[in-house]
């Protein structure tokens, strides 16, 4: 009867694991066909496009954005060919992975296989379909919460290849974006360093010291492979951000008011209760609990949530970060077995929240396309995005800039598309719509991965950076013999590429359309070198 058991158990391992792959899938897919957001949709789609043919983030073009998703968008473009699928698809396969890591680890953990099922296939519903394309905060969020399960791996079973992956994690988080993976580094560094104190062991440092090397030695390989110097990076990816982090923490975060940090996230809050109750109740009964690695995986888990909440508040897109509900339900379910299983009815209150917070969110921010702002766009009047090249083919296009008409949007551009494809001369393109270099299969030669993000760098008044990017331009303008400079708008926050950081002399400029400035380029001091 045991080994019957074991099969069976065996069989059902491999059905959820073939039902979170299609769902998880099928889901992303699904939604990531439906609408776009230019700022955001089409971020990686082009630069996944320029490293497929060789112009890389920091040497081509300044960027804060991290160069792990351009990498791995240029792979599968390589693979399947440059096509919206395989760019959807790249957003699907991470979550699908959050999905069935959620599932390994409560099912290592001794959940009962069918509990996590549900709280994993309640996580591939909610984790990257409010976005469906390849987006900064979505791949950080959640390759940090794959460094979170490491940690909790590592020291709950006695493999030290965790302690090899984990730094290795944690780099291609902070090389995705630099928040909120700083925090959750800070967060489980510290608790590594508590739990050595009292289970110091060389085997595990020597694991980690190696992931460290391996991962470093890996990242310093693709500077060099790709021309892209060290002082680049460090200027455009970590002091750049800095200082508009610092923007954000002082003008985002603050004032710490109860509305915004435990009645907008009370389901997060609700769903780490039992955490919090059974940690605090275990540390009057026994003050040695907190030498207990029982003890750190909650304090990991409570803390992370704080991290996600402290970052959904300085970050400016829609919220996203509700996914992590049906996770910490999971965990919150394994310490309810432990040590409240004679009161049912917490059990049921954890089934409702998971499930009802899922349907919640599915509902307000998914289903209605919110994180993308089309939460007031009747998808039925989408337009096939074929119409513009095959690379779309599938994608309905219903745009956040105009949701009411995508047939005059798409007309527009269509236009400007046509007066851009046929000018042979050595041209930039500046917009937002990132897909159209790809579609006339051309690099545009923008010095900025998205405008918007470098709106400070060239301002005279922000003299620090303003000079190392205005290098990056002149070289970008001089080398490529860029003589004219092509603007798609609306860019967000402003329509101006060059207003602020050159001479009126460097330029004239004239509209085209109604959407499509041109900026012919003058001989000036500004673009001398």
Same mark, same amino acid.
């Given at each position: 009867?045991?080994?019957?058991?074991?099969?069976?158990?065996?069989q059902?391992k491999?059905?959820?694991f &073939?039902l979170?792959?299609f769902?998880?899938i099928?889901?992303?897919q699904?939604?990531?066909?439906?609408? =776009?957001c230019?700022i955001?949709?089409?971020?990686?789609?082009?630069s996944?496009y320029d490293?497929?043919?060789g112009?890389?983030?920091?040497k @081509?073009y300044?960027?804060i954005?991290?160069?792990?998703?351009?990498?791995? *968008?240029? !792979? &599968?473009?390589?693979? %399947?060919?440059v096509?919206?699928f395989s760019?959807?698809?790249?957003?699907?396969?991470?979550?699908?992975?959050?999905?069935?890591?959620?599932?390994y680890?409560l099912?290592?953990?001794?959940l009962?296989?069918n509990?996590s099922?549900?709280?994993a296939?309640l996580v591939?519903? !909610?984790?990257?379909?409010?976005?469906?394309?390849?987006?900064?905060?979505?791949?950080?969020?959640?390759?940090s919460?794959l460094?979170?399960?490491?940690?909790i791996l590592a020291?709950?079973?006695n493999?030290?290849?965790?302690?090899?992956?984990?730094?290795?994690?944690?780099f291609?988080?902070f090389l995705?974006k630099?928040?909120p993976t700083?925090y959750i580094?800070?967060?489980?560094?510290?608790?590594c360093?508590?739990h050595?104190?009292f289970?110091?062991?060389?085997k595990k440092?020597?694991?980690?010291?190696?992931g460290?090397?391996?991962?470093?030695?890996l990242?310093l390989?693709?500077?060099?492979?790709? /021309?892209?110097t060290?002082?680049s990076f460090y200027? *455009?990816y970590i002091?750049y951000?800095?200082?508009?982090?610092k923007?954000?923490?002082?003008?985002?975060?603050?004032?710490?008011?109860?509305?915004r940090i435990?009645?907008?996230?009370?389901?997060?809050?609700l769903?780490?209760? +039992? &955490?919090?109750i059974?940690?605090v109740?275990?540390?009057?009964?026994n003050k040695?609990?907190?030498?207990?690695?029982?003890?750190?995986?909650?304090?990991?888990?409570?803390v992370t949530s704080?991290?996600?909440?402290?970052h959904?508040?300085?970050t400016?897109n829609?919220?996203f970060i509700?996914?992590?509900?049906? +996770?910490?339900?999971?965990?919150?379910h394994?310490?309810?077995?432990?040590?409240?299983?004679?009161k049912?009815y917490?059990?049921?209150? %954890?089934l409702?929240?998971? !499930?009802?917070s899922t349907t919640?969110y599915?509902?307000?921010?998914?289903?209605k396309r919110?994180?993308m702002d089309l939460?007031?766009?009747?998808m039925?009047n989408f337009?096939?995005? #074929?119409?513009f @090249? #095959?690379?779309?083919?599938?994608?309905?296009?219903?745009?956040?800039l105009?949701?009411?008409?995508?047939? #005059?949007?798409?007309?527009g551009?269509t236009k400007?598309?046509?007066?851009i494809?046929?000018?042979k001369?050595?041209?930039s393109i500046?917009?937002?719509y990132q897909?159209?270099?790809?579609? &006339?299969n051309s690099y545009d030669?923008?010095?900025?991965?998205?405008?918007?993000?470098?709106h400070?760098?060239?301002?005279?008044?922000n003299s /620090?950076?303003?000079?190392k990017y205005k290098?990056?331009?002149?070289n970008?303008?001089?080398?490529n013999?860029?003589?004219?400079v092509?603007l =798609?708008?609306?860019?967000w926050?402003n329509?101006?590429v060059?207003? /602020?950081?050159?001479n009126?002399n460097?330029?004239?400029?004239?509209?085209l359309?109604e959407?499509?400035d041109?900026y012919?380029?003058?001989?000036?001091e500004d673009?001398?070198?």
């Amino acid at each position: 009867m045991k080994s019957i058991k074991s099969i069976s158990d065996k069989q059902k391992k491999i059905l959820y694991f &073939l039902l979170l792959l299609f769902i998880s899938i099928s889901v992303n897919q699904y939604y990531g066909y439906l609408g =776009v957001c230019p700022i955001d949709s089409f971020w990686f789609f082009n630069s996944g496009y320029d490293v497929l043919n060789g112009y890389y983030p920091f040497k @081509d073009y300044w960027t804060i954005a991290g160069p792990f998703i351009a990498f791995v *968008q240029a !792979l &599968l473009f390589k693979i %399947l060919n440059v096509s919206w699928f395989s760019y959807v698809l790249h957003a699907s396969i991470f979550n699908f992975l959050i999905s069935i890591s959620t599932f390994y680890v409560l099912c290592k953990l001794k959940l009962n296989i069918n509990y996590s099922f549900l709280y994993a296939l309640l996580v591939s519903i !909610l984790a990257y379909p409010s976005a469906g394309t390849p987006f900064v905060d979505h791949h950080a969020a959640i390759i940090s919460i794959l460094a979170v399960y490491c940690f909790i791996l590592a020291i709950r079973t006695n493999s030290n290849i965790y302690w090899f992956f984990l730094p290795i994690i944690f780099f291609l988080s902070f090389l995705t974006k630099q928040t909120p993976t700083g925090y959750i580094f800070l967060i489980i560094a510290f608790l590594c360093l508590v739990h050595f104190i009292f289970n110091f062991k060389v085997k595990k440092i020597i694991y980690g010291l190696l992931g460290s090397i391996f991962i470093i030695s890996l990242f310093l390989l693709t500077l060099k492979v790709g /021309k892209i110097t060290f002082s680049s990076f460090y200027d *455009q990816y970590i002091l750049y951000p800095m200082m508009i982090g610092k923007v954000r923490y002082e003008y985002f975060l603050f004032p710490l008011e109860f509305s915004r940090i435990f009645l907008r996230f009370k389901l997060i809050h609700l769903s780490t209760l +039992i &955490l919090v109750i059974v940690s605090v109740k275990n540390i009057f009964n026994n003050k040695n609990y907190i030498k207990n690695n029982e003890f750190l995986i909650s304090i990991a888990l409570i803390v992370t949530s704080y991290a996600f909440i402290m970052h959904q508040l300085m970050t400016i897109n829609g919220m996203f970060i509700f996914f992590i509900i049906p +996770i910490l339900v999971g965990f919150s379910h394994l310490f309810f077995l432990k040590y409240l299983k004679n009161k049912k009815y917490i059990l049921y209150f %954890l089934l409702i929240l998971a !499930l009802s917070s899922t349907t919640h969110y599915w509902y307000k921010y998914i289903n209605k396309r919110d994180f993308m702002d089309l939460r007031n766009a009747s998808m039925n009047n989408f337009v096939d995005a #074929k119409i513009f @090249d #095959k690379k779309l083919s599938g994608l309905k296009w219903i745009s956040c800039l105009n949701i009411d008409d995508p047939k #005059k949007e798409i007309n527009g551009l269509t236009k400007a598309i046509n007066i851009i494809k046929n000018d042979k001369r050595n041209k930039s393109i500046v917009t937002d719509y990132q897909f159209i270099s790809v579609i &006339l299969n051309s690099y545009d030669f923008s010095p900025s991965h998205v405008w918007f993000i470098n709106h400070v760098s060239h301002q005279k008044e922000n003299s /620090k950076f303003y000079e190392k990017y205005k290098e990056l331009l002149v070289n970008q303008l001089k080398t490529n013999k860029i003589k004219i400079v092509y603007l =798609v708008k609306p860019l967000w926050q402003n329509n101006e590429v060059f207003e /602020k950081g050159l001479n009126d002399n460097c330029y004239i400029k004239k509209s085209l359309t109604e959407i499509l400035d041109i900026y012919t380029l003058q001989e000036c001091e500004d673009l001398k070198n």
